[in-house]
């Protein structure tokens, strides 16, 4: 299914993303029905799909693209609650009034938000939640700093987008959704340093803003990570969250 943002090239490089914190994961979790019935939208290859599924009672991942979709159902093909399916965020065609909890990992910032809501609040329960996040690199961490100077060389204006925005304004104007909340949970990710550049290669906002220039960014890191001389990394994040519950 062709979306504006085309994920296709970035699919394989996008496994080596660091997972969403499990605090945060569970305290969505505990704010939901046991064992519910949850939709994730925007699922790629299932860095919260699987985070969520052990607590699930049915997993309907929405994907539209077909690279990331395919290798989502190969890594999660073990958790027999989860059903991969072909939709966007604006239509999943999923059925109404159906899930406890829908989701948006990482994919809440490439969608027409307005009309993601309206079809978040169609096929959730009444009082039933929705929440979308992001796993955010510290910016203030030494080696973030670094690498952050080597992207403006390149890309002097370059915007992180809506994806370290709040979203509460949005959700709020939608009168679809009350109990806005939002929070963080800080981790340390332990990540190769050969997987910590090929995420890199993953970076959807970064590619569409760089250009023909993206390549050259992505060395440039890889240089900046290959001077440390270090096999791992301990890179901090924070997960962020916001949540809702329908009207």
């Known amino acids: 299914m062709k979306t504006e943002w085309d994920y296709s090239n970035l699919a394989g490089a996008y496994v080596d993303r660091v997972d969403y914190s499990t605090s945060a994961v569970n305290r969505i979790l505990s ?18 799909t699987k985070l969520l599924a052990p607590a699930a009672l049915v997993i309907d991942a929405v994907e539209p693209n077909n690279n990331m979709r395919e290798l989502g159902i190969q890594s999660l093909n073990n958790f027999r609650n989860v059903t991969w399916y072909e939709g966007v965020a604006e239509a999943t065609a999923m059925k109404s009034n159906e899930y406890d909890l829908v989701t948006f990992g990482s994919s809440f910032n490439v969608c027409n938000q307005e009309l993601a809501l309206k079809e978040a609040s ?35 204006e370059y915007s992180y987008g809506t994806r370290r925005q709040d979203q509460t304004k949005i959700i709020d104007q939608s009168k679809l959704f009350c109990n806005i909340e939002s929070f963080q949970e800080k981790t340390i990710h332990n990540v190769s340093s050969e997987k910590f550049i090929s995420a890199w290669s993953s970076h959807a906002t970064l590619a569409r ?39």
């Open 31 to 48: 704010q939901v029905v046991s064992k519910p019935k949850i939709c994730d939208i925007g699922a790629g290859l299932g860095h919260l």
């Open 122 to 156: 169609r096929i959730l329960k009444t009082h039933g939640y929705f929440a979308c996040m992001w796993n955010l690199r510290d910016l203030e961490d030494p080696l973030q700093i670094e690498i952050e100077k080597t992207i403006r060389s390149h890309v002097p």
């Open 209 to 247: 803003q760089s250009g023909d220039k993206f390549s050259l960014i992505i060395k440039d890191i890889t240089e900046i990570i290959r001077k440390l001389n270090l096999v791992s990394l301990e890179i901090p994040y924070t997960t962020v969250v916001f949540m809702a519950q329908k009207l």
